[in-house]
T-cell receptor
Framework: NAGVMQNPRHLVRRRGQEARLRCSPM?????VYWYRQLPEEGLKFMVY????????ESGMPKERFSAEFPKEGPSILRIQQVVRGDSAAYFC?????????????FGDGTRLSIL | GQNIDQPTEMTATEGAIVQINCTYQ??????LFWYQQHAGEAPTFLSY????GLEEKGRFSSFLSRSKGYSYLLLKELQMKDSASYLC???????????????FGRGTSLIVHP
């Protein structure tokens, strides 16, 4: 039973390029969350999606960032025209629902480095 | 949780007991989670509390007091492998409304030494 799969594990981009981060939730999970983590800091919520719907994007910057979770395939977090400040670890988590005692399960993250 | 507070760092001795505290302020509480995160790895789920009281799971226990906005994670018989960051997360209504999102504290870095 595969866990949450994120790829790539490491991604290097130059300023101005685009970064695409992928996340496949655990089998049976239809809720996906993206978080950003800077060194020595906690996980900052970015966006919460269900299949084909963005439920809550209150933590995502209004510009350059977008997310999707299509009917088929993984969830994608897209960062356009990256800047040095986008360097961070991006974690995806999934859960079978949004309430109840089921915890989020996290992927191993994508470490994004901007040159 | 709009405001979650944890100590930044704690140290303890192998075999000892350590208590990691978490205080929070929230507009609509719907559960508190503790996660363990080793450096460079994914957070892994440890415990969940939604009602007041103590939840015990092996060497780890978690306590919640909703009236005080307070939780703690208790680790017994510490092992070297317990050296990690411990994240407190509170689920409450999203500012955007319509959903409940776990909000994480900055984490407590626990160092276990021989």
């Amino acid at each position: 039973n595969a866990g949450v799969m994120q790829n790539p594990r490491h991604l290097v981009r130059r300023r101005g390029q685009e970064a695409r981060l992928r996340c496949s939730p655990m089998k049976g999970h239809s809720h996906v969350y993206w978080y950003r983590q800077l060194p020595e800091e906690g996980l900052k919520f970015m966006v919460y999606l269900q299949k084909e719907n963005i439920i809550d994007e209150s933590g995502m910057p209004k510009e350059r960032f977008s997310a999707e979770f299509p009917k088929e395939g993984p969830s994608i977090l897209r960062i356009q025209q990256v800047v040095r400040g986008d360097s961070a670890a991006y974690f995806c988590a999934s859960s079978p629902d949004s309430l109840g005692n089921q915890p989020q399960h996290f992927g191993d993250g994508t470490r994004l480095s901007i040159l | 949780g709009q405001n979650i507070d944890q100590p930044t760092e704690m140290t303890a001795t192998e075999g000892a007991i350590v208590q990691i505290n978490c205080t929070y302020q929230t507009s609509g509480f719907n559960g508190l989670f503790w996660y363990q995160q080793h450096a460079g790895e994914a957070p892994t789920f440890l415990s969940y509390n939604v009602l007041d009281g103590l939840e015990e799971k092996g060497r780890f226990s978690s306590f919640l007091s909703r009236s005080k906005g307070y939780s703690y994670l208790l680790l017994k018989e510490l092992q070297m492998k317990d050296s990690a960051s411990y994240l407190c997360a509170v689920r409450d209504p999203s500012p955007a409304g319509g959903s409940y999102i776990p909000t994480f504290g900055r984490g407590t870095s626990l160092i276990v030494h021989p």
